[in-house]
């Protein structure tokens, strides 16, 4: 797939990856990613808060069999710009990879519960995407009382306080500017010797052990 790893966002449903690279300041980094784990973190500054994680080397190599949801920057680029109300769940799915890698080596789910590290660095899937339970599938299920408070607040007149406030705020947007700018000129450098066959914007992606490396020119 060549260095489309510094183009796109990598987001691992289930395997063992192990990361290695140099950060901006010339020091070296290595660990391993697991499922729920992205490849590159500095990717979400595309949000508009600015996470830093800048590195001038990173590469990929499967460790596992390794199935992953890919989704090009500009895609999501377009995505978030077009429909902005995804942008609060996407900076929070940033802010919780952010305290994972925070956390290390204590792994813990979405909703707080220490995984098993040795299931998952053989490439078991994380506890989140495990079937819903009884109660979440109530949660999310339509009733008319549901649907009673949606009608309500849709014919409120006064809009409610802090509506107006700007989400990104300017060193945001800088952030998120410095990621596409740089996936352009990688993509100038790149040119179209590694990109890979058909429309790879979106999807999944499974791998055997191989390496996958992005170098920051």
Known sequence: IGNTARHQLFFIIEGCVAVEGTTSAGNGFKFDRYSGDCFDLQLFNIT???????????????????????MSIESLAALLDTHKYLLPFVRALALGLVAKSVQRPMIRDAYGYLENTEALAAGARSNDFLPLTPEERLNLSW?????????????????????????????????KSEILDKMHVRATHDGSSDAPSGDVSTGLIESQSSPHDGSND
Request: glycine residues 8%; positive net charge.
């Open 143 to 175: 009733t008319w009382k549901k649907f009673g408070r949606l009608l309500v607040a849709a014919f409120k007149p006064n809009v409610r306080r802090g509506m107006r406030h700007q989400a990104s705020p300017h060193s945001g947007s800088l952030a």
């Open 48 to 70: 508009g808060i600015s996470i830093g994680f800048a590195n001038a080397r990173f590469k990929v190599t499967a460790r596992t069999r390794t199935l992953c949801f890919v």
